[in-house]
């Protein structure tokens, strides 16, 4: 069967369950990366309740990360708002923070707020930067708002050192990750970067401060942790500052296979192919005995016919992994975005690994459904909105590794590498044991 | 000195009276920021079983409230998932206008998802750029086989009350005229299966538990898991009775006003006093009072031990409650009079002069009805909008409770400053209204007053409060 590849713009569809927030949520993510940051929503407050939810997905902390809203109300819509922004970020004065990321939302921007030019004129009268995103949710999904936002931190922020740092990297949108311990990935990278002898200048973001921020020309390489977004943010940097993009034709490192390219090509390009080598060797090793002593459950894996459902940063590894390492074989591909870059290397996995599975990028809920239930799988890797979604298809198996999940919050948990491999098998047999446990008991205890 | 952290205290009706003349607004206006219209408005057609909700606008607030309510609700709540779509308008949307889009949205959504019902919510993208989606809906029920509402809920376009009270209307005109008056018959107004953090199905189940007791039927629970027919025959019953009386009060006002359908006005039934009145509420006006003193006198008898037991614990003390995301406002004052009841004399804390204007109907109800007890607010809470606030709210009610001999503490184990606390959110203690409330009050209030002297952790501690 010829791989069918269905490409559903926008516009083709009229009503649209989606798995994305806005705009607005990828740059609040995004610009909450940065270290004792203010972010300030200039918008009703409802919208509010979107930077909050990427306040928890960042990490922030409530003793280090101010969140501000101007709660515009109908006064500021018929006359405009730019008076109640100013009032509000001289108010915050009383703050000691280092930067202010604006943010506008809808509301706003249509009636012509310029946050721009608020900003400008106040600058002098605080002590703190002002910077201003335009990021309106009908600017797009979150990961357009997490490009809005990247070019506007590297735009403003870095500085053209002139001069390079040997051997070192920029990590690229690690936050763009529907592992719900995504901060358990950029460890992970930072770990082998570090024992490949490679300097990180600086993550954008997590966790990231202001002169890291400024210090990101210096970088000889980037590494972008995403498929879903951070391309452009990578492609101004390789082109402003001359930095190369490197392990970018392979997906991330997912299962063996992925992670062998990936860190064989991170070894080669930073002279570091010895520690690539031993990395490689001692982590499928480790892999296997795990797997041998503690009891893997190949039976219901061996040739199940599975879907992935989640993001393309995780989603286009997953196909190699559950293919070649766990012998199931992929018959359904929903990504929630639709990358040219993320598209050609998928296509290139399939091809390599000869499978023709049905892929829908830039899916909706509607159209996951429609089609999980026409291929009904044995195994769905996908989030709680499969899970909840498709309860009436009776799909025996829906693993839960994608966001949204309740699970699996508290400790960092990579995908990446060897001890993610094995996480990622822990959860998907932790979920199987479920799918079997007895949910009735057959006759009462006498005690 | 009080004034170093005290910012009012006065009575409930004082505090009234100087939010209404604009006295107590914050310094700070990127403080307190609770949902706005569209998100309540949400929560009410959430709680319609195979309603599609088409919202014209981005993405951004439709998976907002699909992730905050609907996967909640499936989480939590027993509630299957159904769809949330939106129109996902964009740039070119906003320039040329989405009424076209929105029409074959419509369409769309009757196709793929067969709904009973359809509601078109604006939000702020749509109501700025003009698009008529009541008109649309209007037009756009006669093409598919579903009902079709609109609502009006802009996030700028008023405070969280207004989006549920805009609801509630459209759902009105949903409702059919009767085809029969079926005696014995009630809704049960103000409910939302969508989770809000002071909302517990266990609570609901008790007043289902209440009237079916007395022999009271209910046709539908509004807007709390009802369906489409329930809403359409809502006008055959006799009375309306509320579960939460903030977000009912308006829908039985309304209906009493334009249906004729009398709506028993009491508050949450919170000990002895207020669920002898629910019940009566709802057996007077149906000619039940018999079986409901029997059913009362009855039930009463059985948590005698716990009545004595309230009484011994709150009698002479002062009840200290704070009101926060649990107990909530209205809650909060149906505690304090519980409190009162037992012989304890209340102190509500901590209400803010946003959220009294934002209950202002329902804060006046209460006051008409004699509650108006002490209220305090610290400068910490008054202030709000940031971390910082929480931990001096925390060292200003610490402050503030050595100012009472005899103190406990009701709310949430956010705090704990030092005096018995009585924890209303753990598990086990819901339900918290009627019969069965009683007797999980008492018990928490029994460990509170066993437990005074243990310290608060470092743990919690320094995840609530830093340092």
Avoid at chain 2, 50 to 68: E, F, L, S
Avoid at chain 2, 151 to 178: H, Q
Avoid at chain 2, 200 to 218: F, M, P, T, Y
Avoid at chain 2, 415 to 430: D, E, K
Wanted: proline share 5%; with cysteine.
């Amino acid at each position: 069967m010829a791989t069918e590849h269905e490409y559903l713009t926008r516009t083709a569809e009229r009503c649209h369950d989606p798995y994305l927030r806005c705009a607005l949520y990828g740059a609040a993510q995004t610009v909450l990366g940065i270290n004792g940051c203010c972010v300030l929503a200039h918008a009703p407050q409802g919208c509010n309740m979107l930077v909050n939810s990427a306040f928890g997905w960042q990490d922030a902390d409530y003793t280090e990360t101010l969140t501000l809203c101007t709660k515009l109300c109908e006064d500021e819509i018929v006359h405009g708002g730019e008076e109640l922004l100013t009032r509000t970020i001289l108010e915050a004065r009383e703050f000691n923070i280092p930067i202010m990321f604006i943010l506008s939302a809808c509301g706003p921007e249509i009636v012509g707020d310029d946050i721009v030019a608020v900003c400008e004129d106040i600058q002098d009268q605080v002590d703190f930067k002002l910077m201003p995103i335009q990021c309106a949710g009908f600017r797009g999904s979150q990961y357009d708002g997490t490009d809005i936002a990247l070019e506007a931190l590297l735009k403003n922020l870095v500085t053209d050192a002139g001069q390079k740092t040997a051997n070192s990297v920029c990590l690229i949108a690690p936050h763009a990750n529907a592992n719900p311990t995504w901060m358990g990935d950029l460890e992970w990278v930072k770990n082998v970067l570090a024992q490949m002898g490679v300097q990180v200048t600086a993550t954008v973001t997590h966790g990231t401060s202001l002169s890291d921020i400024e210090k990101v020309s210096t970088s000889e390489a980037s590494l972008l942790l995403s498929f879903d977004c951070g391309q452009k943010a990578v492609d101004y940097l390789t082109t402003e500052f001359g930095i190369e993009q490197v392990c970018k034709d392979i997906p991330l490192p997912f299962g063996f296979g992925n992670t062998r390219r990936w860190l064989t090509e991170l070894g080669e390009r930073f002279g570091a192919r010895d520690v690539a080598d031993r990395l490689i060797t001692e982590g499928e090793k480790r892999v296997v005995e795990v797997c041998r002593r503690k009891g893997l459950e190949q039976f219901f894996m061996h040739r199940a016919p599975a879907a992935i459902v989640t993001d393309a940063t995780i989603g286009i590894p997953l196909v190699r992994f559950i293919s070649e390492d766990l012998e199931m074989f992929p018959e359904l591909i929903c990504l929630r975005s639709s990358q040219e870059k993320a598209r050609e290397i998928l296509e290139k996995e399939l091809k390599e690994l000869g499978l023709s599975p049905r892929v829908i990028y830039g899916a909706d809920v509607y159209q996951s459904k429609v089609a999980l239930a026409e291929s009904m799988p044995e195994v769905v890797f996908g989030s709680n909105i499969e899970k909840h979604g498709t309860e009436e298809l009776d799909i025996p198996f829906i693993l839960l590794i994608a966001s949204p999940t309740m699970r699996f919050r508290m400790i960092d948990r990579e995908y990446f590498g060897y001890t993610g491999m094995l996480n990622l098998i822990e959860f998907i047999q932790n979920d199987w044991r479920e799918r079997y446990r007895s949910r009735q008991s057959r006759y009462q205890a006498r005690w | 000195m009080d004034s170093d952290y005290i910012a009012f205290r006065g009575s409930l009706q004082q505090l009234l009276e100087k939010v209404e003349s604009g006295e107590m607004v914050p310094k700070l206006q990127a403080s307190h920021a609770p949902p706005c219209k569209f998100w309540t408005a949400f929560m009410v057609v959430n709680g319609i079983r195979h309603v599609a909700p088409v919202i014209h606008g981005p993405t951004g607030c439709t998976y907002g409230v699909a992730n905050a309510y609907k996967l909640t609700s499936c989480e939590y709540r027993g509630v299957p998932l159904e769809p949330t779509t939106c129109t996902a308008l964009d740039e070119s949307n906003v320039v040329y206008g989405g009424e076209g889009k929105l029409v074959e949205a419509i369409k769309e959504v009757d196709d793929r998802y067969h709904p009973e019902l359809i509601a078109v919510l604006s939000c702020c993208c749509s109501g700025i750029i003009g698009d008529d989606v009541e008109t649309i809906a209007r037009d756009a029920e006669k093409s598919v086989n579903a009902k079709v509402i609109a609502i009006r809920s802009e996030g700028f376009g008023g405070d969280f009350r207004s989006g549920f009270e805009d609801a509630f209307r459209a759902v009105m005109d949903l409702m059919e005229p009767p085809r029969q008056t079926r005696e014995k018959t009630i809704n049960i107004l103000g409910a939302r299966v969508g989770p809000t953090y002071t909302e517990w199905l266990e609570d609901l189940d008790e007043i289902k538990r209440l009237v079916s007791a007395i022999g009271v039927e209910i046709n539908a629970v509004l807007c709390g898991g009802c369906t489409l027919d329930e809403i359409q025959r809502a006008r055959e019953v006799k009375l309306n009775a509320s579960w939460c009386y903030d977000w009912g009060q308006k829908l039985g006002d309304l209906m009493q006003e334009r249906f004729g359908i009398p709506y028993s006005r009491t508050g949450q039934p919170y000990g002895l006093r207020a669920t002898d009145e629910w019940v009566m509420g709802v057996a007077g006006p149906l000619g039940l009072e018999k079986s409901a003193r029997e059913l009362i006198r009855k039930e009463t008898d059985q948590v005698r031990a716990e009545l004595e037991s309230l009484r011994r614990n709150l009698n002479g003390k002062t009840a200290i409650v704070e009101v926060a995301e649990f107990p909530g406002p209205i809650r909060a004052l149906s505690l304090a009079r519980m409190a009162e009841e037992f012989g304890a004399r209340p102190v509500v804390i901590n209400i803010h002069p946003y959220t009294i204007k934002e209950r202002m109907p329902s804060i006046k109800f209460l006051l008409e009805s004699g509650q108006n007890p002490e209220v305090v607010l610290t400068k910490g809470l008054f202030s709000l909008g940031t971390f910082r606030s929480s931990r001096r709210t925390e060292l200003e009610i610490r402050q503030l409770v050595t100012n009472y001999d005899n103190a406990i503490f009701l709310g949430t184990p956010m705090r704990q400053p030092g005096i018995p606390q009585v924890n209303l959110t753990t598990r086990t203690g819901y339900p918290q209204y009627g019969f069965p409330g009683i007797r999980n009050i008492a018990r928490l209030v029994e460990s509170a007053v066993a437990h005074a002297a243990r310290p608060r952790s470092k743990l919690f501690r320094q995840v609530l409060y830093g340092g």
